[in-house]
């Protein structure tokens, strides 16, 4: 009975709590349910109660704004509701009330209690983590956000602390009886995490994961930003350009399906520039453009700073795509944008300068150019800019408004201003502007006050660049001097010149000196280039030019100089096409240089010295090494050959031929392969004079009749054919000619010297001496040839004279048939008229059995006779022919009358 009037008490009593509980009188709740405990501790309604107690509490603190002394009571309850009972379905939700509370107390500044929430959140996992009841898992939900919350507020000091808090939101984000928007919250939590952290890969996964398992979420589209993010960030981070580009588009798909979902302005802004910015990366200007245009399109629609910030990045961005594309008006609007809507002077300096050189370099609009580099001058807060500004302007005075004065101005303000910065950029403008400006020294006519100037400004150099562009400068100068005072009219004094010359060209090599080898950098190097460049073309230029043999050989060491630096890599790397172009130009001086001081040794010692054939082979291997190293230029083939020229010049006929042979190698083609076989073949010819040795002479003038075969077979209508015909044709003449040649041996050899006598003067160009040669060859050759054809075409006649009846007419007819070929072969020679009266006698032995023939017989011997009928013959021979064909025209004709034989139409002759 005393029980049930306990328990009847006690219920009275909660309800009592209950209504105060419900009329939000937290404290007095309180203590009317301390009393249900205190007075029925064991009782049916004691946990609840005990709880309550703890719930009451922490809401008395929170309504008297965290009250730290309600917060203690709170505490004290739901640590006696854990303690007492444990078994309650009450003790879970005290842990979360007991989580809460210590939460309240660090955030209202005893931040000491933080560990305290760390330390019930893992004791309520350990105690109801493996409760399979729904309620009970929604509240461990709670309390890892309470928990995430206190790791979080401490701060992640370790990669532990951090593991922590991620195990805490992944079993938020994984438990199912947990409301949606925590588990959401918590995944897309842990992207945050390690997005934060770089590790963007990891991220990526995470908001993956959240996209996998809260499709519906109101959080996708931010899920989807933080993705492409993450893909553009791997693509920044990658070095494999195939997965660069991979990761870029990824960046730019993602970002638009944001876009797709009609997200808040604030999602559209970022994901527009998103794709803005992977588009960049893809190199994709246009679609980039777009992007960033779709960005500023909400301007004046947000109120969100950092949106705002991206919009006005997007302007930038836009002014330099639009600048990239060459779309340089849009640039200048986008630059305008910038100047107005930014508070940071740099900025607008910077802006001030990108609209300048647009309207310099694409637009044209010089003086409002001028304007905004003075403005970029006045704002901008870096050197660079500001150096840049003044030159720029220089430049426009100079080469575009003819305005020497202020180019002036503007190149010594840049010198003077910023000629001792150590930015290299700046030392190269600084360098440029001190040679520019001793041009218009020059072309104001102020050569004086210009040297006067580079001659302080070295002396006043505290730099090496400073010291190396002023000496250059003063090279520049000189050379300028040297250039005006050059005449070629003839009597002109040139020492004024050659000594202004020199003086350039020794400035020249002092500029490209002054640092060693190892300490020219990019800022000196393209004056060390031009100074050993120019120098050696200036000494190259006298020596060869003037014949002076000072300058060839102070041009060797300069032009090796400028190779050497070449080859070790020591100009600058963007300019290594120049350089490239340079070394040809340099070894095709110093090999001809090689070549003149050769020509000129042998000169002064009238022999051939080991001097002089030194410089022959240094030449040779110059040009050989031009070869080598440029074996595609078209110039090659000259190289080759001039190789073999030198050779020859140092009279090493051997080396001669094995490099003139490599000129067919390289083009077949080329001018110079015809040229180059002409050329051995006159190495082996001089190689056979100059050997005692008959078997030595025989071997070298077979080379020589070989080399002109292929020179006449390969190249027929080159110049140099010519001589190789004629030399092709005086080797068959010559063996022709030997005693033991048989007559058909020479007809034969003396037949095949006339074609190639022939082909000589048929080939197109052929020199007037090589034409008289052929001329006289081929015309000696042909009386020869005919002096024997008739010798051999004779002695077919008197073998047909004494044939038997049945086989003279035939053998009498092949007879005719000979002396006509020499007669249409051999016209001119007098072994043609000979052989009409032999003509003549054969026609006269075929009469015998046919009148008819009479005619025939007649009509050769007239043709002799008609020949001579003006002008008697020279020869002897042909005289006395002459006179034996008159008198047989007179006995045939009388011959004919007596016999009644007709005369053919046309007939008659001299003899009538």
Same mark, same amino acid.
């Given at each position: 009975?005393?029980?049930?009037?306990?328990?009847?008490?006690?219920?009275?009593?909660? +309800?009592?709590?209950?209504?105060?509980?419900?009329?939000?009188?937290?404290?007095? /709740?309180?203590?009317?349910?301390?009393?249900?405990?205190?007075?029925?501790?064991?009782?049916?309604?004691?946990?609840?109660?005990?709880?309550?107690?703890?719930?009451?509490?922490?809401?008395?603190?929170?309504?008297?704004?965290?009250? /730290?002394?309600?917060?203690?009571?709170?505490?004290?309850?739901?640590?006696?509701?854990?303690?007492?009972?444990?078994?309650?379905?009450?003790?879970?939700?005290?842990?979360?009330?007991?989580?809460?509370?210590?939460?309240?107390?660090?955030?209202?500044?005893?931040?000491?209690?933080?560990?305290?929430? =760390?330390?019930?959140?893992?004791?309520?996992?350990?105690?109801?983590?493996?409760?399979?009841?729904?309620?009970?898992?929604?509240?461990?939900?709670?309390?890892?956000?309470?928990?995430?919350?206190?790791?979080?507020?401490?701060?992640?000091?370790?990669?532990?602390?951090?593991?922590?808090?991620?195990?805490?939101?992944?079993?938020?984000?994984?438990?199912?009886?947990?409301?949606?928007?925590?588990?959401?919250?918590?995944?897309?939590?842990?992207?945050?995490?390690?997005?934060?952290?770089?590790?963007?890969?990891?991220?990526?996964?995470?908001?993956?994961?959240?996209?996998?398992?809260?499709?519906?979420?109101?959080?996708?589209?931010?899920?989807?930003?933080?993705? @492409?993010?993450?893909?553009?960030?791997?693509?920044?981070?990658?070095?494999?350009?195939?997965?660069?580009?991979?990761?870029?588009?990824?960046?730019?798909?993602?970002?638009?399906?944001?876009?797709?979902?009609?997200?808040?302005?604030?999602?559209?802004?970022?994901?527009?520039?998103?794709?803005?910015?992977?588009?960049?990366?893809?190199?994709?200007?246009?679609?980039?453009?777009?992007?960033?245009?779709?960005?500023?399109?909400?301007?004046?629609?947000?109120?969100?700073?950092?949106?705002?910030?991206?919009?006005?990045?997007?302007?930038?961005?836009?002014?330099?795509?639009?600048?990239?594309?060459?779309?340089?008006?849009?640039?200048?609007?986008?630059?305008?944008?910038?100047?107005?809507?930014?508070?940071?002077?740099?900025?607008?300096?910077?802006?001030?300068?990108?609209?300048?050189?647009?309207?310099?370099?694409?637009?044209?609009?010089?003086?409002?150019?001028?304007?905004?580099?003075?403005? @970029?001058?006045?704002?901008?807060?870096?050197?660079?800019?500001?150096?840049?500004?003044?030159?720029?302007?220089?430049?426009?005075?100079?080469?575009?408004? %003819?305005?020497?004065? %202020?180019?002036?101005?503007?190149?010594?303000?840049?010198?003077?201003?910023?000629?001792?910065?150590?930015?290299?950029?700046?030392?190269?403008?600084?360098?440029?502007?001190?040679?520019?400006?001793?041009?218009?020294?020059?072309?104001?006519?102020?050569?004086?006050?210009?040297?006067?100037?580079?001659?302080?400004?070295?002396?006043?150099?505290?730099?090496?660049?400073?010291?190396?562009?002023?000496?250059?400068?003063?090279?520049?100068?000189?050379?300028?001097?040297?250039?005006?005072?050059?005449?070629? +009219?003839?009597?002109?004094?040139?020492?004024?010149?050659?000594?202004?010359?020199?003086?350039?060209?020794?400035?020249?090599?002092?500029?490209? *000196?002054?640092?060693?080898?190892?300490?020219? *950098?990019?800022?000196?190097?393209?004056?060390?280039?031009?100074?050993?460049?120019?120098?050696?073309?200036?000494?190259?230029?006298?020596?060869?030019?003037?014949?002076?043999?000072?300058?060839?050989?102070?041009?060797?060491?300069?032009?090796?100089?400028?190779?050497?630096?070449?080859?070790?890599?020591?100009?600058?790397?963007?300019?290594?096409?120049?350089?490239?172009?340079?070394?040809?130009?340099?070894?095709?001086?110093?090999?001809?240089?090689?070549?003149?001081?050769?020509?000129?040794?042998?000169?002064?010692?009238?022999?051939?010295?080991?001097?002089?054939?030194?410089?022959?082979?240094?030449?040779?291997?110059?040009?050989?090494?031009?070869?080598?190293?440029?074996?595609?230029?078209?110039?090659?083939?000259?190289?080759?050959?001039?190789?073999?020229?030198?050779?020859?010049?140092?009279?090493?006929?051997?080396?001669?031929?094995?490099?003139?042979?490599?000129?067919?190698?390289?083009?077949?083609?080329?001018?110079?392969?015809?040229?180059?076989?002409?050329?051995?073949?006159?190495?082996?010819?001089?190689?056979?004079?100059?050997?005692?040795?008959?078997?030595?002479?025989?071997?070298?003038?077979?080379?020589?009749?070989?080399?002109?075969?292929?020179?006449?077979?390969?190249?027929?209508?080159?110049?140099?054919?010519?001589?190789?015909?004629?030399?092709?044709?005086?080797?068959?003449?010559?063996?022709?000619?030997?005693?033991?040649?048989?007559?058909?041996?020479?007809?034969?050899?003396?037949?095949?010297?006339?074609?190639?006598?022939?082909?000589?003067?048929?080939?197109?160009?052929?020199?007037?001496?090589?034409?008289?040669?052929?001329?006289?060859?081929?015309?000696?050759?042909?009386?020869?040839?005919?002096?024997?054809?008739?010798?051999?075409?004779?002695?077919?006649?008197?073998?047909?004279?004494?044939?038997?009846?049945?086989?003279?007419?035939?053998?009498?007819?092949?007879?005719?048939?000979?002396?006509?070929?020499?007669?249409?072969?051999?016209?001119?020679?007098?072994?043609?008229?000979?052989?009409?009266?032999?003509?003549?006698?054969?026609?006269?032995?075929?009469?015998?059995?046919?009148?008819?023939?009479?005619? #025939?017989?007649?009509?050769?011997? #007239?043709? =002799?006779?008609?020949?001579?009928?003006?002008?008697?013959?020279?020869?002897?021979?042909?005289?006395?022919?002459?006179?034996?064909?008159?008198?047989?025209?007179?006995?045939?004709?009388?011959?004919?009358?007596?016999?009644?034989?007709?005369?053919?139409?046309?007939?008659?002759?001299?003899?009538?």
């Amino acid at each position: 009975m005393d029980t049930l009037d306990t328990d009847n008490r006690s219920l009275a009593e909660i +309800k009592l709590a209950d209504l105060l509980r419900s009329e939000e009188r937290y404290a007095e /709740a309180a203590v009317e349910y301390e009393n249900v405990v205190t007075g029925n501790p064991t009782g049916e309604y004691a946990d609840d109660a005990q709880y309550l107690v703890g719930l009451c509490y922490y809401k008395a603190a929170k309504a008297a704004s965290d009250d /730290a002394a309600l917060l203690d009571k709170s505490v004290a309850a739901f640590e006696k509701s854990i303690g007492d009972y444990p078994d309650s379905p009450n003790a879970v939700e005290s842990y979360y009330g007991l989580a809460l509370a210590y939460r309240d107390m660090a955030l209202g500044g005893n931040t000491s209690v933080w560990p305290k929430v =760390l330390e019930v959140a893992d004791t309520a996992y350990a105690q109801h983590g493996s409760s399979d009841n729904t309620v009970v898992q929604k509240t461990l939900g709670h309390i890892d956000l309470v928990k995430a919350t206190a790791i979080e507020k401490q701060g992640i000091n370790s990669e532990e602390e951090k593991a922590e808090l991620i195990a805490s939101l992944r079993r938020i984000a994984q438990n199912t009886g947990a409301p949606e928007n925590s588990r959401s919250r918590a995944q897309l939590k842990i992207g945050h995490l390690y997005y934060g952290d770089g590790e963007h890969e990891k991220a990526l996964a995470e908001y993956q994961v959240f996209l996998q398992m809260f499709p519906n979420s109101e959080l996708v589209s931010n899920a989807l930003y933080q993705a @492409s993010v993450c893909y553009y960030q791997i693509g920044q981070n990658s070095t494999d350009e195939g997965a660069q580009q991979l990761a870029f588009q990824n960046a730019v798909n993602t970002a638009t399906q944001v876009t797709e979902r009609n997200p808040d302005v604030e999602a559209a802004i970022s994901a527009y520039y998103t794709i803005g910015l992977a588009k960049h990366a893809m190199n994709d200007s246009k679609g980039a453009i777009s992007a960033f245009l779709q960005t500023t399109s909400y301007e004046g629609q947000t109120e969100d700073k950092p949106r705002q910030d991206l919009i006005r990045q997007a302007h930038t961005r836009l002014a330099d795509l639009n600048t990239a594309v060459g779309d340089h008006a849009a640039a200048v609007r986008e630059y305008k944008y910038v100047i107005q809507y930014t508070d940071d002077d740099d900025q607008k300096g910077r802006s001030y300068f990108s609209i300048a050189y647009a309207q310099d370099e694409h637009l044209n609009q010089y003086d409002d150019s001028l304007l905004n580099y003075q403005n @970029s001058i006045q704002l901008s807060k870096d050197s660079l800019i500001k150096a840049q500004a003044y030159y720029r302007m220089g430049l426009i005075y100079q080469e575009r408004l %003819n305005d020497p004065e %202020n180019a002036l101005k503007a190149y010594e303000t840049l010198i003077s201003q910023f000629g001792a910065e150590s930015n290299t950029s700046i030392q190269s403008m600084a360098a440029d502007g001190g040679i520019r400006r001793s041009d218009l020294y020059l072309k104001l006519g102020r050569v004086n006050d210009a040297i006067t100037q580079a001659v302080a400004a070295r002396e006043a150099a505290q730099t090496v660049p400073q010291t190396v562009s002023a000496q250059y400068n003063l090279g520049l100068l000189y050379f300028g001097e040297a250039r005006k005072l050059f005449s070629d +009219k003839p009597g002109t004094d040139l020492k004024p010149y050659i000594d202004a010359s020199r003086r350039a060209a020794a400035s020249y090599v002092e500029a490209a *000196n002054i640092a060693p080898a190892d300490k020219v *950098n990019d800022t000196i190097s393209p004056f060390v280039q031009n100074a050993l460049f120019t120098a050696g073309q200036i000494y190259y230029s006298l020596g060869t030019g003037i014949k002076l043999p000072d300058d060839l050989n102070n041009a060797i060491p300069v032009l090796k100089q400028f190779v050497e630096y070449a080859d070790k890599g020591i100009f600058s790397v963007s300019s290594q096409a120049d350089v490239s172009e340079n070394v040809q130009t340099v070894l095709g001086y110093l090999a001809p240089t090689y070549y003149e001081l050769g020509r000129m040794q042998l000169g002064f010692d009238e022999r051939f010295s080991e001097k002089t054939v030194s410089f022959f082979e240094q030449s040779a291997s110059v040009f050989m090494d031009l070869t080598k190293r440029f074996p595609n230029a078209k110039e090659a083939p000259f190289w080759q050959y001039q190789a073999g020229e030198a050779y020859f010049a140092g009279q090493q006929h051997l080396k001669a031929i094995e490099e003139y042979k490599k000129v067919r190698r390289i083009n077949p083609q080329h001018a110079q392969a015809a040229e180059s076989l002409a050329a051995i073949s006159t190495c082996y010819a001089l190689l056979e004079k100059n050997t005692e040795d008959e078997a030595e002479k025989e071997k070298w003038l077979d080379k020589v009749f070989e080399t002109n075969e292929i020179l006449a077979k390969n190249y027929s209508t080159s110049p140099f054919a010519a001589e190789a015909f004629l030399n092709i044709g005086n080797t068959y003449y010559n063996q022709g000619v030997l005693d033991s040649a048989t007559e058909e041996d020479r007809i034969r050899l003396y037949t095949m010297a006339i074609e190639q006598y022939e082909k000589a003067l048929a080939v197109p160009g052929i020199n007037a001496e090589s034409k008289e040669s052929a001329d006289l060859f081929l015309n000696d050759t042909k009386r020869a040839l005919s002096a024997d054809v008739y010798i051999q075409a004779t002695s077919n006649f008197d073998r047909a004279r004494v044939a038997s009846e049945g086989e003279q007419r035939e053998a009498v007819e092949q007879a005719i048939a000979g002396f006509q070929d020499i007669i249409k072969i051999y016209p001119t020679t007098k072994y043609a008229d000979l052989s009409l009266v032999q003509i003549g006698e054969a026609y006269m032995l075929l009469a015998v059995e046919n009148d008819e023939y009479y005619n #025939d017989a007649l009509d050769s011997f #007239d043709a =002799l006779w008609s020949k001579y009928a003006t002008v008697p013959p020279s020869d002897t021979q042909v005289n006395k022919a002459l006179r034996y064909a008159q008198t047989k025209i007179t006995e045939i004709t009388e011959y004919m009358k007596d016999r009644n034989i007709p005369r053919r139409t046309g007939g008659g002759g001299g003899g009538e």
